[in-house]
C-alpha cells in the first residue's frame, strides 16, 4: 500500500500554489461577490491557467488537454477549493460540460464549444432543477417542442449558479410525454443572450450569484444546440452528477482553515475551552477521514468506473466534515465571527465566515445528503 | 498511490479467518466465557499453527499492515486471546505481550495470560503481573488487575503507535461484524408485512453506520501503513486519530446496531450481545473516547495535525 500521490503531484501542488501566490490578491475568497473586480481575478487566473496548460489538465490530448492521471486532477481539485475556487465558474466548463460534449458532442459541437472552454473564456451554467423538480429531477417539466429544424423551450429552471455570469447554459427539457420521466429528457445548449432567456438573482445567505432564477419564454433552440439523441438526456445528467459527486474537494479546504486557524490565533488556540478543542481534534480527524474515503473513490475511477456507492459514502463524509469545520472554527473566532470579507480585521480575511456560510448547503447542492444515504444504504443492504 | 493490501496479506487474512470461523467463531468466545482455560487450550493453539508468534509487524510495512489485519479479523470473531498485544510485544522481549494502561488502577483485558510488558499512553514501561483471576464481569470478562514494576526508559513513539493501532484494527474488526449482523437482521425481519429494510429510517441509520465503518476501514489503512516511516510525534498523533475514529464508530454502529436488533439483540445467544460486550474492554482501555481526544489535542497543540496544508503551515 502506498498513499503517495507521487512526485509529479507534489510538484504540481506546488506549482499551483506558486501560480496563486503570484496571480491572486492575498487572501482571495473567490469570485462570487458584489465586486466585479472578483470575478474579473478568476477569469484572468483561468487564462493564465490555460497558458500553463493547466485548466484542461483532466482533458484528454485530443481535445487539448495535458491527459493528466486521476491523482493529477485531484491535486488540482484540492488546491483550487482550497484557494476559494480561483477558476469562478469556470470548473462547471472544465468538469463535466466539455467532458460531455467531448462523450455525447457532434464534430461540430466540439469545434464549437471545446475550445473556448480549453481558453479560459467561458462561463457554462446547468439549468436541472426546476420548482417542482428538486432531489426528483427526472420529473422536470420545462417543455421542449420541435420548431422547425429546431425547438423552442418553455417552462421555469431555479438555483441555477453563476446564471448572470455565464455565457451558455446546459438546459435539460422535456422532449418526450409528460409521464417520460428518465426516458424523455433531452439537454439543450443555449446561449444566455438567446431572446425569452431571463436569469433573475435570488438573494441568499450563500452570497451572489450561486443561487438564480431562469426563465424561458419561447426560447428558439437552433438545430446544432442539441445533445444527441433526443430523450437520451438522462445518462449524460447522470455523468454530470457522477463528476459533481467527486468534482469538490471540501476537505482541502478543511484542512487548510483548520491549520490556519490555528496558527493565526497563536497562543489563544490552546486557550480554548478544552471542549472545543476537543471538536476541533476530532474535526480534523474527520477531514483526513473524508479525504481518504475520496481517494478511494478516485482509486477506483483511476482503474475503471466511479462506484456509485464508494462516491456517495465519500460525499457524506465531505459535507458532513465540511459543516463540521465551519462550526467549529466559527465558534473559536467568537465575536468576530460576524466579520466577511469586507472586514478589514475578520480572521483568515473572513474565510472563515465564508466557509461557515457556504458549508450550509454542502449537504443540499449537487444531490443531498439524503439522496447519498440512499445509495450508501442500498449498496450495504443489497450486497448482504 | 496503491490502496490494495499486498495480496500475502490477504491470504494470511483468509488463513486466520477460516481457522477461527472452524474453531467456532463466537461460539468460541461463549465456550471461554464459561472456561476461561479455553483461551490456552483452544485459542493459543490457533495463534501458534497459524505462525503468528513468527510475525514481526515491526519489520517493514507489510508486515505492520499484515498484523493488523489479523487483529481486524480477530475482532471479526471477538476472538478470545490478546493478539494485537502478542503482535506488539513479542518483537520487544521473547514471548511478551505489550498492554497499554491508563490512570487509574491497572487493568490489562486477559492479563492472566502469559508475560506482560505494559506501557501508559506516555511511553513509561512496566512489568505487569496479575494479582487476582479475570474479572469475570459482563463487560470485561477477561480483563484482570495487574501490578505494576517500574521499568527503566521509555518505549519508543513508533512502538507505543503500533500497540494503539494493532487494538484499533481489533475494533474495526468488531464494527464489521457488528454492522454486517444488523444488515443481515434488518434484510430477513419482518413487521408490518416486509422486512425493516424497507423502511427509510432503518435504510438511513444502515447508511450512517456503513459511512462510519468505511471511513474508520480507510483511516486505519492509511495510519498503520505509514506508522513506522513517518516522525514520531506524526506516528502517534496518528494513532491517537485513528482511535478517536474507532471508538467513534465502535460507540455508534454498536447503538445502532443494538436498536435495530430490538430486543434479541440483548440475549447472548446472539452473536451481537457477546460482540458488543467483549468490545468494551478495547475501547475503555488504556483510556476511552474523551480521554483519548484531550491526548489529541496535546499532540495538535504542541504541532499542528498533519494535513495538506501543515508543512506550509510550518511545524
Ligand atoms: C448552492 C447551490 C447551488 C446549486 N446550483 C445548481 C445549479 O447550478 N443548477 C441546478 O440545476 N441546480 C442547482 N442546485 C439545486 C440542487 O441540485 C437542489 O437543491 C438539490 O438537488 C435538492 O433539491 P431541492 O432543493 O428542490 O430539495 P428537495 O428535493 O425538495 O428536498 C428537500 C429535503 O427533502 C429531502 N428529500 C427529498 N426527497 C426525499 C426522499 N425520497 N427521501 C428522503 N428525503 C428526501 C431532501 O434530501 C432534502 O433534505 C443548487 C443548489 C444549491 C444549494
Known amino acids: 500500500m502506498d498513499y503517495d500521490l507521487g512526485a509529479e503531484a507534489g510538484a504540481l501542488r506546488n506549482r499551483l500554489r506558486d501560480l496563486m501566490r503570484d496571480n491572486l490578491p492575498e487572501r482571495y475568497l473567490g469570485a462570487f461577490s458584489d465586486n466585479p473586480d472578483d470575478l474579473e481575478v478568476a477569469q484572468r487566473f483561468c487564462k493564465v491557467l490555460a ?12 481535445y487539448g488537454g495535458a491527459g493528466g492521471s486521476v491523482w493529477d486532477q485531484t491535486v488540482v481539485r484540492e488546491e483550487m477549493w482550497a484557494h476559494y475556487e480561483p477558476r469562478g465558474a469556470q470548473y462547471m466548463g472544465l468538469n463535466w460540460v466539455g467532458p460531455a460534449i467531448m462523450r455525447h458532442g457532434t464534430a461540430e459541437q466540439k469545434a464549437k464549444y471545446l475550445p473556448p472552454i480549453a481558453a479560459g473564456e467561458t462561463i457554462w451554467c446547468q439549468g436541472f432543477s426546476e420548482p417542482d423538480a428538486g432531489s426528483d429531477l427526472a420529473s422536470l417539466r420545462t417543455a421542449a417542442v420541435a420548431d422547425g429544424d429546431g425547438w423552442r423551450l418553455n417552462g421555469q429552471k431555479v438555483w441555477t449558479s453563476y446564471a448572470l455570469m455565464a455565457d451558455h447554459c446546459v438546459v435539460a427539457a422535456r422532449t418526450g410525454t409528460p409521464e417520460s420521466r428518465h426516458a424523455g429528457i433531452t439537454l439543450f445548449l443555449v446561449p444566455m443572450d438567446r431572446p425569452g432567456l431571463t436569469a433573475v438573482p435570488i438573494p441568499s445567505q450563500l452570497g451572489p450569484h450561486h443561487l438564480n432564477e431562469l426563465f424561458l419564454d419561447d426560447v428558439r433552440v437552433e438545430p446544432g444546440e442539441t445533445i444527441l439523441p433526443v430523450d437520451g438526456g438522462w445518462k449524460v445528467m447522470r455523468d454530470a452528477l457522477a463528476y459533481e459527486r467527486v468534482g469538490i474537494a471540501r476537505y482541502a479546504r478543511c484542512d487548510r482553515l483548520l491549520t490556519e486557524t490555528r496558527s493565526e490565533l497563536g497562543a489563544d488556540f490552546a486557550a480554548a475551552p478544552p471542549a472545543l478543542l476537543a471538536r476541533y481534534a476530532r474535526a480534523a480527524v474527520h477531514a483526513r477521514t473524508a479525504r481518504l474515503l475520496s481517494y478511494r473513490t478516485i482509486a477506483a475511477q483511476a482503474t475503471g468506473e466511479i462506484v456509485d456507492s464508494d462516491a456517495a459514502a465519500a460525499r457524506v463524509a465531505v459535507t458532513r466534515c465540511d459543516q463540521e469545520v465551519g462550526g467549529v472554527l466559527m465558534e473559536m473566532i467568537g465575536s468576530d465571527a460576524f466579520d466577511g470579507r469586507t472586514q478589514p480585521d475578520a480572521p483568515l480575511h473572513g474565510g472563515i465566515e465564508d466557509h461557515y456560510r457556504y458549508s450550509q448547503a454542502a449537504t443540499v447542492a449537487a444531490g443531498t445528503l439524503e439522496m447519498q444515504l440512499t445509495l450508501v444504504a442500498r449498496d450495504a443492504l443489497e450486497r448482504a | 498511490m496503491n490502496l490494495d493490501l499486498p495480496d500475502e496479506v490477504l491470504e494470511l487474512a483468509r488463513s486466520v479467518d477460516r481457522a477461527v470461523a472452524d474453531a467456532g467463531s463466537v461460539d468460541l468466545t461463549r465456550a471461554a466465557e464459561l472456561d476461561p482455560s479455553v483461551r490456552t487450550s483452544v485459542a493459543a493453539p490457533i495463534v501458534a499453527a497459524l505462525g503468528l508468534a513468527d510475525l514481526d509487524v515491526t519489520a517493514d510495512a507489510d508486515a505492520a499492515v499484515a498484523g493488523a489485519e489479523v487483529c481486524r479479523v480477530a475482532g471479526n470473531h471477538a476472538f478470545p486471546f490478546p493478539l494485537a498485544a502478542m503482535l506488539a510485544g513479542q518483537h520487544l522481549e521473547s514471548g511478551h505481550q505489550l498492554g497499554l494502561v491508563g490512570p487509574g488502577h491497572p487493568r490489562v483485558d486477559h492479563g492472566d495470560l502469559g508475560h506482560w510488558l505494559v506501557a501508559d499512553t506516555s511511553g513509561s514501561r512496566f512489568r505487569a503481573t496479575p494479582v487476582a483471576e479475570p474479572l469475570g464481569s459482563k463487560l470485561g470478562p477477561f480483563v484482570v488487575d495487574v501490578a505494576l514494576e517500574p521499568l527503566p526508559g521509555p518505549l519508543a513513539p513508533a512502538e507505543l503507535a503500533l500497540a494503539l493501532d494493532l487494538v484499533s484494527f481489533t475494533i474495526l474488526g468488531y464494527v464489521e461484524r457488528a454492522r454486517a449482523l444488523a444488515v443481515e437482521h434488518v434484510t430477513t425481519r419482518v413487521q408490518f408485512g416486509q422486512t425493516l429494510s424497507k423502511f427509510q ?31 514520531p510525534d506524526d506516528a502517534m498523533a496518528d494513532s491517537l486519530a485513528l482511535r478517536v475514529a474507532a471508538l467513534e464508530a465502535a460507540t455508534e454502529v454498536f447503538r445502532v446496531a443494538h436498536q435495530l436488533h430490538g430486543a434479541v439483540g440483548f440475549c447472548d445467544e446472539h452473536d451481537l450481545s457477546i460482540l458488543s460486550r467483549h468490545v468494551q474492554p478495547l475501547v475503555r482501555l488504556p483510556v476511552a473516547l474523551e480521554a483519548t481526544t484531550q491526548l489529541l489535542v496535546d499532540s495538535i497543540t504542541r504541532s499542528p495535525f498533519d494535513s495538506l496544508f501543515s508543512a506550509a503551515a510550518g511545524a
Open chain 2, 201 to 231: 429510517g432503518v435504510r438511513f441509520q444502515i447508511a450512517d453506520v456503513s459511512v462510519l465503518e468505511r471511513g474508520l476501514r480507510e483511516l486505519a489503512r492509511f495510519t498503520i501503513s505509514r506508522v513506522l516511516s513517518v516522525a
Open chain 1, 51 to 62: 497558458a500553463e496548460h493547466l485548466l484542461t489538465l483532466a482533458w484528454p490530448e485530443e
